[in-house]
């Protein structure tokens, strides 16, 4: 499916009145407009004239919420039509953004003219989207019927409701859920766009989520955990505002997690194995992205859930923003927790193992120092026996 943007009406009006009157006056761009298939290519057209002679002619585009922004030289052909095809297959954009345009002319008597900026939504124009929305959220899908669109929505809005029991926000502009039907779907969208991921996945400066959920007897529990999670990834975003990329990976997702609507029951016996066998790793390593092994993963997201609601029942909502608070100002992970919380996130670390999963902490630590005690007693003794055998030696004599 190929898809038309008309965008006569999205235009938004840049250097207006900086334009020298001169070639403002000369210059006419006309039948604007953008064709493209998802995942394929964008069609550009424009229709440029100008009573000056033009000796360059460019397309600037971008996403709008980023800064990679693509300056392409263009020709006209006899009649001012110019057109040009950008190849997605090559050089991807992310799916649902939004994509500003404009045409950039220089004339020969050295003036430059700059056009009116166009936009439209790149949107996954490969299904039939359907779309219903109540509050502050809008549920698009694809697969199943009006029971299933309205269970995604009630979800959707019991998970608002459940995040801003943990922060207290209001959503703004409303959240865009995308829920395709399965997650062969979401993933080929999302490689599409330059990402590979599973089952859920956030664009939180775009309001919009995407999580594959297939209408069936299961489809309860996949919504209850995939929406609020995604969801909250969103509303955290709008609360620290671009800050959002200085929090720890084990807040975001601890938070995400503890607002998911049905807590998912193997995350704890995920912590209990890594208990037993000692594989358990530091939050302090949590910071950074997670594992890209997907066990290892799977239990760094077990942790971060863990660890974040046993922060919020020890120190409340006011003890989360004030992690947020330190960690959206730049401070890195150990200060910023002992900052907000009084106490060194090693410390936090100790104290989670031992109260939440009943961890002997002086067990551990003689686990973890007996190769050093077995190397300082050979050391020790490997003199020691010298001794001896010298002085058994001397007796002999």
Same mark, same amino acid.
């Given at each position: 499916?190929?898809?038309? %943007?008309? =965008?006569?009406?999205?235009?938004?009006?840049?250097?207006?009145?900086?334009?020298?009157?001169? $070639?403002?006056?000369? %210059?006419? %761009?006309?039948?604007?407009?953008?064709?493209?298939?998802?995942?394929?290519?964008?069609?550009?057209?424009?229709?440029?004239?100008?009573?000056?002679?033009?000796?360059?002619?460019?397309?600037?585009?971008?996403?709008?919420?980023?800064?990679?922004?693509?300056?392409? *030289?263009?020709?006209?052909?006899?009649?001012?039509?110019?057109?040009?095809?950008?190849?997605?297959? #090559?050089?991807?954009?992310? *799916?649902?953004?939004?994509?500003?345009?404009?045409?950039?002319?220089?004339? /020969?008597?050295?003036?430059? &003219?700059?056009?009116?900026?166009?936009?439209? /939504?790149?949107?996954? !124009?490969?299904?039939?989207?359907?779309?219903?929305?109540? !509050?502050?959220?809008?549920?698009?899908?694809?697969?199943?019927?009006?029971?299933?669109?309205?269970?995604?929505?009630?979800? $959707?809005?019991?998970?608002?409701?459940?995040?801003?029991?943990?922060?207290?926000?209001?959503?703004?502009?409303?959240?865009?859920?995308?829920?395709?039907?399965?997650?062969?779907?979401? /993933?080929?969208?999302?490689?599409?766009?330059?990402?590979?991921?599973?089952?859920? +996945? @956030?664009?939180?400066?775009? #309001?919009?989520?995407?999580?594959?959920?297939?209408?069936?007897?299961?489809?309860?529990?996949?919504?209850?955990?995939?929406?609020?999670?995604?969801?909250? +990834?969103?509303?955290?975003?709008?609360?620290?505002?671009?800050? &959002? !990329?200085?929090?720890?990976?084990?807040?975001?997702?601890?938070?995400?997690?503890?607002?998911?609507?049905? *807590?998912?029951?193997?995350?704890?016996?995920?912590?209990?194995?890594?208990?037993?066998?000692?594989?358990?790793?530091?939050?302090?390593?949590?910071?950074?992205?997670?594992?890209?092994?997907?066990?290892?993963?799977?239990? @760094? &997201?077990?942790? $971060?859930?863990?660890?974040?609601? &046993?922060? +919020?029942?020890?120190?409340?909502?006011?003890?989360?923003?004030?992690?947020?608070?330190?960690?959206?100002?730049?401070?890195?992970?150990?200060? #910023?927790?002992?900052?907000? =919380?009084?106490?060194? =996130?090693? /410390?936090? !670390?100790?104290?989670?193992?031992?109260?939440?999963? #009943?961890?002997?902490?002086?067990?551990?630590?003689?686990?973890?120092?007996?190769?050093?005690?077995?190397?300082?007693?050979?050391?020790?003794?490997?003199?020691?026996?010298?001794? %001896?055998?010298?002085?058994?030696?001397?007796?002999?004599?």
């Amino acid at each position: 499916m190929r898809r038309l %943007v008309y =965008l006569l009406v999205m235009a938004v009006f840049l250097f207006g009145y900086a334009r020298p009157a001169q $070639a403002q006056e000369a %210059v006419r %761009v006309t039948d604007v407009g953008v064709q493209y298939g998802f995942g394929e290519q964008i069609t550009f057209r424009a229709r440029i004239q100008s009573s000056i002679p033009i000796t360059d002619i460019s397309l600037v585009f971008r996403d709008e919420r980023e800064e990679n922004t693509r300056v392409i *030289p263009l020709q006209a052909n006899a009649d001012g039509e110019v057109v040009y095809r950008y190849d997605l297959t #090559g050089s991807v954009l992310r *799916p649902f953004a939004t994509i500003l345009f404009w045409f950039q002319v220089s004339l /020969q008597d050295g003036q430059t &003219y700059t056009d009116t900026r166009y936009r439209f /939504q790149y949107a996954d !124009d490969r299904f039939p989207w359907q779309m219903r929305e109540a !509050d502050d959220v809008r549920v698009h899908w694809y697969d199943g019927d009006e029971a299933f669109a309205q269970a995604a929505l009630d979800t $959707a809005r019991s998970g608002l409701q459940a995040f801003q029991s943990l922060i207290p926000i209001e959503a703004g502009a409303p959240v865009d859920v995308f829920i395709y039907a399965s997650p062969a779907d979401l /993933q080929n969208t999302l490689y599409l766009g330059g990402q590979s991921w599973v089952a859920g +996945h @956030a664009s939180p400066d775009l #309001g919009v989520v995407m999580v594959s959920i297939a209408p069936s007897s299961q489809q309860s529990i996949a919504m209850r955990q995939q929406i609020p999670h995604e969801l909250a +990834h969103v509303l955290l975003y709008r609360y620290v505002g671009e800050s &959002y !990329d200085r929090l720890p990976t084990w807040l975001q997702e601890g938070i995400a997690s503890i607002s998911e609507l049905y *807590p998912n029951p193997d995350y704890r016996r995920a912590l209990d194995i890594a208990l037993e066998n000692g594989t358990l790793m530091p939050i302090a390593d949590l910071c950074d992205p997670f594992p890209r092994d997907a066990s290892r993963a799977f239990l @760094a &997201y077990a942790e $971060a859930a863990s660890f974040t609601r &046993y922060l +919020h029942d020890t120190y409340g909502t006011s003890g989360l923003d004030a992690l947020l608070d330190a960690y959206a100002d730049g401070l890195a992970c150990e200060p #910023g927790a002992a900052r907000a =919380l009084g106490v060194s =996130l090693t /410390q936090l !670390d100790y104290r989670w193992r031992e109260v939440v999963l #009943g961890e002997n902490l002086f067990g551990a630590a003689a686990r973890n120092l007996l190769p050093y005690l077995i190397i300082f007693g050979l050391v020790l003794f490997a003199p020691l026996w010298g001794a %001896v055998a010298v002085m058994r030696g001397r007796k002999k004599k």
